[in-house]
């Protein structure tokens, strides 16, 4: 009896089975960012001097192919500090000649929350960089990427194998040089109709959030400091249009800590172009809070100048 | 032979427990242990003991315990708090006055589970087990520890007493349980979760139609989520020849609140029914209306404690409480209640009282604080114009139709899928079997928890 139960469940699970396994194939073979920027974390680990650390805005802000410092750019869309920190610690002895870390604090970055142990991309991670950052041993499903965000993933593969269409263009670094679709190309950067458009923004206050938030990333301050690596906070550029949507009390809580770190660690260098209005256009962004390639060249331009000092 | 085999199947089972547990924090099985043999000897000593005094002491013993373990772990820090906050004093939430630990997962479940198993050997409706590792099993039992059902040691203790032969028939049924079950908590629930969510995190962005609806989704995706998670729990269990009890009855065609307790978690109402509201209505000399009123209330009020260490589960129990108060006070003629003539009423009108209540309900469950439920509360009942609910519409509430169809087409079963091999042949059972699996994994959205295994 128990046989034929088994039976049953081989027969009945194995298409089950064979068609997950062609998927996460599939899936695997998709051209995305984390692939690249794997294989040059492999095959560059002991020249490189320069790690990026943060959310999409850094993640679209930096392209290492205007360094010419070996750079690899780890930061990723809602990567938040935790997952920045798990990154660092597991990373940074994996590369013996890391000098610098860049790190993001955006508008709202100490009022959000943390993506915790549960965060989609832990798969992501685990896979292509081979950092836990499950807090728990990692068990065979916690390698499969497309079960991590089936939707996110059919929508890919859909587009790959399907459409055949694909728009991103990866250099070697990960970096996506055609990242220019978005809300401002789909409005043809008409700036009367973009200063029209609603667009995301976190405008709650959440003081527990600030505090916590704040502790891990004096964390990540001290971690750095003892191990001596050289520190540059980063604020990305925003568009106009999003500076004055800010929340008065978040962006007052979040500079007050930026100029304590100042005075606590003299020796770490800011690049604030977060309000850079003169320097930065509408045909240098993707959407209010993010960069396109074009913008992207201008930022990497002036991080490659403390980087060079 | 046949003891020898059971014995075996117990151990597996007892090991495969802990490492089930274990995985998620090892630390807590200590905790897990201590219960179970604290439990295991104070349900000895009960039996052991003639005289009466002595029992009492046993059992108030294990009863401390237990309930100590739920103090210190889920409500000690909300306690302090609400205590400072009373007292208007300022405790550092890093000070040493706060206990810096998580919560153990399942430890409302278990813990219930091992006090119902103390106070029915003290009342003398069960025997107490002899044997360690059966008690142990029944404490630590994987599908159901960390959320349920709540079993009572009459129920669950004599399974483990006797040898489990596998079974063709209930082990394809416990499959297909637990295939709905993740249908109800990925496709429902969580597909759900995303809208509320979204409404629930920025309340003041949306009208109060868009509110109310959301409240209402609310109670599917809860209702989903956790029934979900019985399903597994009950199908899995299944599988190893085990029968746990039902949780869940459609609580969502309840005419009353009061029905919809008998409908809504069981097996939860049923352990405050029999060891906090009858113990206490017992102890009045007189059982009169106000009596049983007190008691629900009390009743009431553990259970939006037993959810949480919040104001709002607090307000949720009481809540509920007053309105089976109200359900029971005899308002009509010939001692007629709200209760009985909700249960003449049409079934649309009945629904439409229930809705409107347990929405209410289910805000004060999910809001962040009392503040917030409180305006969003405000906030429906201003009326409120909405300017998009777009975005709540759509393939999130096309698989909660297909479960309200689903449920009510086949409402004389457990799950829709029960007995499916009656009415479908082989080729279209596969086929169903088959499309649900490529939606739920398609379709799953990037990992949820389950929201009752917080407590």
Redesign the interface.
């Known amino acids: 009896?128990?046989r034929?139960?088994l039976k049953?469940l081989l027969w009945?699970f194995s298409?089950?089975i064979l068609g997950?396994v062609i998927i996460e194939i599939l899936t695997l073979n998709l051209p995305l960012g984390y692939k690249y920027t794997s294989e040059y974390l492999q095959q560059n680990k002991s020249g490189i001097q320069v790690l990026i650390l943060g959310s999409s805005q850094l993640a679209n802000a930096i392209n290492p192919n205007f360094l010419s410092t070996p750079t690899l750019n780890m930061a990723s869309g809602n990567q938040h500090h935790d997952t920045d920190l798990k990154i660092l610690k597991q990373l940074q002895p994996q590369l013996p000649n890391l000098k610098t870390v860049v790190l993001e604090v955006s508008y709202s970055h100490f009022e959000l929350p943390h993506n915790g142990k549960?965060?989609?991309k832990n798969n992501v991670y685990l896979k292509y960089y081979n950092i836990n950052a499950f807090e728990?041993p990692a068990y065979f499903k916690d390698k499969l990427v497309y079960?991590?965000?089936?939707?996110?993933f059919?929508v890919k593969l859909y587009n790959h194998f399907i459409l055949n269409e694909g728009f991103e263009e990866y250099n070697n670094f990960g970096f996506d040089t055609n990242n220019y679709f978005g809300r401002f190309k789909i409005l043809a950067y008409n700036e009367s109709e973009i200063l029209k458009t609603k667009f995301k923004i976190n405008s709650?206050p959440d003081l527990?959030l600030f505090?916590n938030n704040t502790a891990l990333f004096y964390e990540i301050l001290d971690y750095l400091k003892e191990n001596e690596l050289n520190i540059i906070i980063c604020k990305a550029p925003m568009y106009k249009s999003y500076l004055p949507k800010r929340n008065s009390e978040i962006l007052k809580r979040r500079d007050s800590i930026l100029n304590i770190i100042h005075l606590n660690y003299p020796n770490i260098i800011f690049l604030d172009k977060e309000e850079d209005t003169l320097n930065y256009n509408v045909f240098d962004y993707k959407n209010q809070s993010h960069l396109n390639p074009k913008g992207a060249k201008k930022f990497t331009g002036s991080l490659s100048k403390l980087l060079d000092l | 032979m046949g003891a020898k085999r059971r014995k075996a199947q117990n151990i597996l089972l007892l090991v495969s427990s802990y490492i089930f547990y274990g995985?998620w924090d090892w630390r807590f099985l200590s905790l897990l242990f201590l219960s179970s043999i604290i439990d295991y000897f104070a349900g000895r000593a009960i039996e052991a003991s003639q005289k009466n005094n002595i029992r009492k002491l046993y059992l108030w013993g294990s009863i401390f315990w237990n309930v100590g373990v739920l103090i210190a772990f889920k409500y000690f820090n909300f306690f302090i708090d609400s205590f400072s906050s009373l007292l208007s004093l300022d405790i550092p939430?890093n000070g040493y006055t706060f206990w810096n630990v998580i919560i153990p997962v399942g430890l409302s479940f278990y813990t219930f589970q091992t006090i119902s198993y103390t106070v029915d050997v003290y009342r003398k409706k069960i025997k107490p087990t002899r044997n360690f590792v059966e008690f142990f099993c029944f404490v630590s039992f994987f599908p159901q520890l960390v959320a349920g059902p709540i079993e009572k040691a009459g129920k669950l203790l004599p399974q483990f007493k006797k040898e489990r032969k596998?079974?063709?028939q209930t082990?394809?049924e416990g499959l297909r349980q637990i295939l709905w079950g993740l249908f109800k908590k990925i496709l429902v629930a969580d597909k759900l979760g995303i809208a509320v969510t979204m409404v629930f995190?920025?309340p003041d962005t949306y009208g109060s139609l868009t509110l109310a609806f959301a409240a209402v989704l609310f109670s599917f995706q809860m209702y989903c989520d956790f029934s979900g998670y019985t399903d597994i729990a009950i199908g899995t269990a299944k599988l190893f020849g085990f029968e746990l009890s039902k949780n869940f009855d459609i609580p969502y065609l309840a005419k009353s609140i009061t029905e919809f307790w008998k409908r809504w978690h069981i097996t939860l109402t049923r352990w405050f029914t029999d060891y906090v509201y009858i113990p206490f209505v017992k102890t009045s000399n007189k059982i009169t209306t106000l009596v049983r009123a007190t008691g629900l209330l009390l009743t009431m009020f553990l259970v939006g404690m037993w959810h949480g260490a919040n104001w709002t589960y607090i307000a949720f129990g009481c809540f509920n409480g007053i309105l089976l108060g109200i359900e029971r006070i005899p308002f009509f003629k010939r001692k007629g209640t709200l209760m009985k003539k909700l249960q003449n009423t049409p079934r649309i009108i009945a629904l439409i009282y229930f809705f409107c209540l347990t929405s209410i309900s289910s805000i004060l469950f999910r809001s962040q604080d009392i503040e917030q439920a409180l305006y969003i509360l405000k906030r429906i009942f201003s009326f409120t114009l909405d300017t998009h609910i777009s975005s709540l519409i759509g393939i999130k509430l096309f698989y909660l139709l297909i479960l309200i169809i689903a449920e009510l087409a086949t409402r004389n079963l457990d799950f829709p899928l029960q007995k499916l091999e009656l009415k479908f042949p082989k080729l279209a059972r596969?086929a169903l079997?088959?499309t649900l699996?490529f939606f739920i994994?398609?379709?799953?959205?990037?990992?949820e928890?389950f929201i009752y295994f917080q407590f």
């Open positions: 009896m128990t034929k139960f049953y009945f298409p089950v997950y549960d965060f989609w728990r079960l991590s965000n089936p939707p996110f059919s709650i527990k505090k | 995985l939430e596998f079974n063709l082990s394809k995190s920025n596969w079997y088959y699996i994994i398609r379709y799953a959205e990037p990992k928890v």
